[in-house]
T-cell receptor, first 112, second 116 residues
Framework: DAKTTQPPSMDCAEGRAANLPCNHSTISGNEYVYWYRQIHSQGPQYIIHGLKNNETNEMASLIITEDRKSSTLILPHATLRDTAVYYCIVRVATGTASKLTFGTGTRLQVTL | DGGITQSPKYLFRKEGQNVTLSCEQNLNHDAMYWYRQDPGQGLRLIYYSQIVNDFQKGDIAEGYSVSREKKESFPLTVTSAQKNPTAFYLC???????????????FGSGTQLSVL
């Protein structure tokens, strides 16, 4: 699976959009981009995933660049409860279990 | 409610002792995983299982053992060979479907293991 690079930390004011970048310059054509987040001392929670088209769900939007070498997770109206570590993962979706590696992610701090 | 249950929430191990962490899921998922997380670090894969009676080593399997006798259960044993077992342990499961559609991991709430 391709390696990803994320900034170690970011701050965002409550009510503003939080834009979390992820670089995956070695991504291959059959690899998906997944985002998870982990609130302190809890298990990670799935947010969204995509292949090449932009995706949106009730939690967030995922914008993938045309060359697929980077993506941005957007939380449109960040709240204090969005303070967490956000993980960007790239993997081949083979329909079978396989190694899925979580790096150190981006620690998002939402402030008043 | 469907989900993954890990127990206990906190566990203490004495030197030279084996301890077993429980993970049960009622999501009817085929695959199950064990991760270890150290403070300020990401998650590292210990073992994973795609199907009953089958499991594969992850990146840091030394000092750990698993079994998968039932689809719902994937217990992790931390053996005395694991010299630095203090960490937060997370269990996860996932279902299989069309590639790219259902490959979300669902995580339990974790077990904090400490050495006395």
């Amino acid at each position: 699976d391709a390696k990803t690079t994320q900034p170690p930390s970011m701050d965002c004011a409550e009510g503003r959009a939080a834009n979390l970048p992820c670089n995956h310059s070695t991504i291959s054509g059959n690899e998906y981009v997944y985002w998870y987040r982990q609130i302190h001392s809890q298990g990670p929670q799935y947010i969204i995933h995509g292949l090449k088209n932009n995706e949106t769900n009730e939690m967030a939007s995922l914008i993938i660049t045309e060359d697929r070498k980077s993506s941005t997770l957007i939380l449109p109206h960040a709240t204090l409860r969005d303070t967490a570590v956000y993980y960007c993962i790239v993997r081949v979706a083979t329909g079978t279990a396989s190694k899925l590696t979580f790096g150190t992610g981006t620690r998002l701090q939402v402030t008043l | 409610d469907g989900g993954i249950t890990q127990s206990p929430k906190y566990l203490f191990r004495k030197e030279g002792q084996n301890v077993t962490l429980s993970c049960e899921q009622n999501l009817n998922h085929d695959a199950m995983y064990w991760y270890r997380q150290d403070p300020g670090q990401g998650l590292r894969l210990i073992y994973y299982s795609q199907i009953v009676n089958d499991f594969q080593k992850g990146d840091i399997a030394e000092g750990y053992s698993v079994s998968r006798e039932k689809k719902e259960s994937f217990p992790l044993t931390v053996t005395s060979a694991q010299k630095n077992p203090t960490a937060f342990y997370l269990c996860a499961s996932s279902s299989f479907g069309r590639p790219g559609t259902n490959e979300k991991l669902f995580f339990g709430s974790g077990t904090q293991l400490s050495v006395l």
